[in-house]
C-alpha cells in the first residue's frame, strides 16, 4: 500500500474552479467590495434591477446575463480551440457547464429564452447591450429608457412591498 495521493481529472478541474472562485472572491474583498448587501439581508433573488440589492443577492436580472455569457464563451471556446481540454475551458468560463453538457440547439434556445425575459422584464439583456454598443439604435435606447418611468417588475410577494410616499 503506497502513501501517495491522487486526484482524478476532473476532481482536480472542480478543485481548480473552486480555487479560482475564492481566489476571485478574495479579490472583491481586498479591492474593499461588502461580503454582503448594505442591507444585511441575505436574498435568493433581487428582484428590482434598480434597487441597491441588485448585484449584491445571490441572484437578480442580471444573472440571466451571465448565464447567457457562460454559453457564449463555452461555443466560442469549442469552435476557436476545440483540443483544449475541458478543464481549462471551464477555467477559461465558469458557468457553462450546462451548454457543454445539452445539445446545441437546447443552448441556443434557452439563450434566446433567457434573453427574451430580461428583454421583457427589465428592458436590457447582453444583445441589447452589445447592440447598442455597436451601433445605438434610437428606438431601443428610448424604449430602454422608458423602463425607468414605468418600472415594469414582475410583481413582488405582498410581505416585501414597501409603501411610497405620495407628494
Not at 453538457?101 to 434557452?110: G, M, Y
Not at 416585501?160 to 410616499?165: G, L, V
Request: charged share 10%; hydrophobic share 55%; aromatic share 10%.
Amino acid at each position: 500500500m503506497r502513501g501517495s495521493w491522487t486526484i482524478s481529472r476532473g476532481n482536480r478541474d472542480i478543485a481548480l474552479a473552486l480555487a479560482l472562485l475564492a481566489l476571485q472572491i478574495g479579490a472583491l474583498f481586498v479591492l474593499g467590495q461588502p461580503w454582503m448587501s448594505a442591507s444585511g439581508q441575505l436574498m435568493l433573488w433581487a428582484n428590482n434591477p434598480l434597487s441597491p440589492e441588485t448585484s449584491q443577492q445571490i441572484a437578480d436580472w442580471y444573472s440571466l446575463s451571465h448565464i447567457v455569457h457562460g454559453f457564449l464563451f463555452y461555443g466560442l471556446l469549442k469552435l476557436a480551440c476545440p483540443r483544449l481540454p475541458f478543464g481549462v475551458r471551464l477555467l477559461l468560463a465558469m458557468g457553462f457547464l450546462f451548454a457543454s453538457r445539452a445539445p446545441a440547439w437546447v443552448t441556443v434556445a434557452a439563450g434566446i429564452a433567457l434573453e427574451a425575459l430580461a428583454a421583457v422584464a427589465i428592458r436590457d439583456g447582453l444583445i441589447l447591450n452589445i447592440l447598442n454598443f455597436i451601433h445605438p439604435i434610437p428606438f431601443i435606447e428610448r424604449w430602454q429608457a422608458g423602463f425607468t418611468l414605468t418600472a415594469t417588475f414582475l410583481p413582488l410577494p405582498e410581505r416585501q412591498r414597501r409603501p411610497t410616499k405620495q407628494p
